[in-house]
Structure formats: structure tokens, C-alpha cells
């Protein structure tokens, strides 16, 4: 079979009027009733941009000259911000990024639920630089230029971004790029070290290096060194997440920790452990999950994808008592772990594939005044059809992704509740990532 030839892309850049922007923050244009979508461009802007990709149902581009800006065109913060697949809105006004977001969760919720809510809450937004306290760093050693490459994906590319620093990450790591390439460059593992993930609690940083092979004492001791040197836990991952062990501190229990202040609570947690990207917006979206379903103390409070008990912590200071439900085995050790470290003792927490109906399992069989829901972006509609005989009154819904949200509104009213508020919390800022809460009650 004769192989099909790759495209010839025009060299020359060519002249756009960008009318709207799409999902994922490109700009939209037509050109000979073709779509383009257009990195780096806005919606009204006249551009000049150079094609990177030509399909058969549409192009895409790059804006290199901005004619006639937007007045919602800004500087981005970043060097790095054409180049690097972490960020893709930060030439637009944060807060016309928030403007955008509710938007998309309006059309959302119309287009597969036909719903509006009876009210817009009030958006959550905080910093939007330094604000990212978990990531996945990618690690390239480039023999051609004896240097390291650290950091996330080049747009709409699997190779890793040559970065000097990045701003949405906390600057303890984020501003130190060069450090880790230069570390990297001197380690005799440099081409078998993939990955770096951080991790962020309230007081310290822990660096977790994948490497593929054992590393040599020399590596090691220089690994962790540098944590040492910028006040930084280094953890080691040989293989899969269950290998991942801290080198330094030698002493104390691998954990980090997080507060919710408002609760009075401390949360530990692994590096491994998931945990919500953006601290400040985590501090104050729990608080509003349960002041939106007002929880008592005399209320039975069922927490679904409970992950470590981000919610279900807090919540049991409130309520008689709280069921966890997740479909982690370890995750569940963590949460009970938690409720430990918090004198909390009415607290159960269950493992379950919550894609899957629960037969059998006893907390399915309870009634519960109130019920939370933060699924993955999958959405929860198996969870959702089990609403009437959970017997909730008020039920609050936790997405990272609207249209799952609005399917699965669309399903809790058919069963008889009601869309009372929605809105978007900042958890990605200079993302097109769209964060929302919901608040359902039962007619």
C-alpha cells in the first residue's frame, strides 16, 4: 500500500479574522469555508498566522502577528507561554477567562440538559501565578545539546518544552528549571530519568524522581543534596507508584499535609496521593460544598469519589456522621488514617467502583439528608440514577468537566430534583479546564 504523502504546509503566513474561540482556547476563523483553529489568537482579532496542521475538515495555525488586538488581549506572564502545552489562555484577561468558563458551563448545561439554574454563584477565583502544588515534569536528556529538558509538553506536541521556569507552578520548583537541568546534566542516570512530580502540603515540597534503573550511590547522595540545598523531600520511584519511598528526611513518616482551617482539620498525604492542584480554591471550595448542602449535626452525609476525605473530613465535623466512598483501596486506608489524625470517629469509609451499581454493599442501603459528588471527568451517572433511594434532600456535584455535569443534571432532574445554583471555581487558571459546583435540591 503506497503510503499516503504528508501535506506541504504554506511557508508564507497568512491573513485571518478569528471569530470565536473554541473549548480548548484557539481562536476560530474561516478561510474558503474551511474552520482553522488558531493558537494564540482572539476572538475579533485580525491575525497573521502560519499553518501547522492541514486536515481534511480543518486547518490549524499559529497567530505570529496580532494586526488588531483585543482590548481583552494581555501580557501573558510567562516567556514560555507560545511554546509550552501547560498554559493556553494566558494572552486573555483572567477575568475574562471566568467570564469564558461560566459560558461554557451555561452552553453546556443547555445543549445536553436543557437547564438553567435558578441561580449563578459567585465564581471562585484566587492567584493566578504560583498557584499549581501537584504536577507531572517530563525529563529529556538531549544528546545533540549535552542539556536536559524540564517541564510540560510543547502545544499540540508529544516532545517536552524547552523552559527556563514557569509561572504557574509554585516557585520553589517552578522558578528552579535550571537548577534541575543542571543537576540532571551531571548525573550518570540522565538519560534513564523520565519524570519529576511534585508535590505541595502547607509547610514543605516533596520532589519524587522516576528513574528507570537502580541508581548509582554517586546519583543518589547528588539527588538529594540538591532537595537539601533548596529545602525541598526527595523521593525516589524505581518503578510503579507503589515503589515511591522518600531518601530524605530520613526520619518522620512519609506524608505531607494540608489544612482546612475552617474545619479545624489536617489532611496527610502521600506524593503519590491525588490531591487538588490549587490550594487556595481547594481552601475554599470545601467550606462552600457544605455550606451549599447545610449540613447539621443531626444529618447522615453520603461522600461519593471521596478520594483521601478532602470533603469527608470537614464534613464530619458538622454531621452526625459521614460514609466515604471511593474506589481505592489505599485511598480509603488514607481517609481512615485521616479521621485518626482528627479524632473523628463518625466517619466509614467504603471501597467501591462507583461506575458499577452497588448490590450488596451496606452503605447503598442507607438513606442519607445529604449527599456529595466529585467524580473524575467520566461523570457519575451510575451514582446519579441511585439519587431517589439515597433519599437526599440536597445533593452538591463537584465537576471537572461540564458536559458530564450537564448529562448527569439532566438525569438528577428526571428524578425529581432541581438545578438551585451553579457556577465555576479558578482551579486552572490560563487553562481552558472548567472547574464547577452545582447545587441540587429535591422538589
Not at 184 to 195: A, E, M, T
Not at 256 to 280: G, I, K
Not at 281 to 289: E, H, Q, S, T
Amino acid at each position: 500500500m503506497a503510503r499516503r504523502r504528508k501535506k506541504q504546509l504554506p511557508e508564507t503566513p497568512v491573513a485571518a479574522t478569528i471569530e470565536s474561540l473554541s473549548h480548548d482556547g484557539r481562536g476560530i476563523a474561516r478561510l474558503d469555508g474551511k474552520t482553522t483553529f488558531i493558537d494564540n489568537a482572539l476572538p475579533g482579532e485580525q491575525v497573521f498566522f502560519q499553518y501547522t496542521f492541514m486536515r481534511r475538515k480543518f486547518d490549524e495555525g499559529r497567530a505570529v502577528e496580532i494586526l488588531d488586538p483585543s482590548p481583552d488581549r494581555v501580557t501573558p506572564p510567562c516567556a514560555h507561554s507560545l511554546i509550552c502545552g501547560g498554559c493556553s489562555l494566558q494572552h486573555l484577561d483572567p477575568a475574562v477567562q471566568i467570564q469564558r468558563k461560566q459560558a461554557v458551563l451555561a452552553e453546556q448545561l443547555e445543549h445536553f440538559g436543557g437547564l438553567r439554574p435558578d441561580r449563578w454563584l459567585e465564581p471562585l477565583t484566587g492567584p493566578v501565578t504560583g498557584y499549581r502544588g501537584k504536577a507531572r515534569l517530563g525529563v529529556k536528556y538531549v544528546d545533540a545539546k549535552g542539556d536536559t529538558l524540564v517541564g510540560f509538553r510543547e502545544k499540540r506536541n508529544s516532545l517536552i518544552a524547552d523552559l527556563a521556569q514557569c509561572e504557574v507552578l509554585i516557585p520553589e520548583v517552578g522558578h528552579r528549571f535550571r537548577d534541575l537541568r543542571a543537576l540532571i546534566n551531571g548525573l550518570d542516570c540522565r538519560r534513564r530519568l523520565p519524570q519529576i512530580e511534585v508535590a505541595r502540603g502547607d509547610d514543605a515540597v516533596a520532589l519524587v524522581f522516576r528513574h528507570l534503573d537502580p541508581l548509582s550511590p554517586a546519583d543518589q547522595d547528588a539527588l538529594v543534596a540538591f532537595c537539601r540545598e533548596h529545602g525541598l523531600q526527595c523521593y525516589l520511584q524505581p518503578g510503579n507508584e507503589s515503589t515511591v519511598h522518600r531518601v530524605w528526611p530520613e526520619e518522620g513518616e512519609e506524608r505531607l499535609y494540608y489544612r482546612h482551617p475552617q474545619a479545624d482539620v489536617e489532611m496527610a498525604f502521600h506524593p503519590s496521593d491525588f490531591t487538588q492542584v490549587n490550594a487556595e480554591i481547594n481552601r475554599r471550595m470545601v467550606p462552600l460544598a457544605l455550606d451549599l448542602l447545610e449540613v447539621e449535626a443531626h444529618h447522615q452525609v453520603l461522600d461519593l469519589f471521596c478520594g483521601l476525605g478532602n470533603f469527608t473530613i470537614p464534613a464530619a465535623r458538622r454531621a452526625a456522621g459521614v460514609v466515604g466512598v471511593e474506589a481505592s483501596d489505599a485511598m480509603v486506608r488514607r481517609g481512615y488514617e485521616n479521621a485518626r489524625r482528627n479524632g473523628l470517629e463518625n466517619v466509614a469509609f467504603h471501597a467501591w467502583d462507583l461506575d458499577s451499581e452497588p448490590k450488596g454493599q451496606p452503605w447503598a442501603r442507607q438513606r442519607y439528608e445529604r449527599v456529595l459528588l466529585d467524580p473524575p471527568r467520566s461523570g457519575a451517572l451510575e451514582m446519579v440514577r441511585m439519587m431517589p433511594q439515597f433519599g437526599a434532600e440536597k445533593l452538591v456535584y463537584v465537576s471537572c468537566n461540564p458536559a458530564t455535569l450537564a448529562r448527569d443534571a439532566g438525569e438528577l432532574v428526571a428524578r425529581g430534583y432541581r438545578l438551585s445554583g451553579a457556577g465555576v471555581m479558578d482551579m486552572f487558571p490560563h487553562t481552558a479546564h472548567v472547574e464547577s459546583i452545582a447545587l441540587f435540591d429535591r422538589r
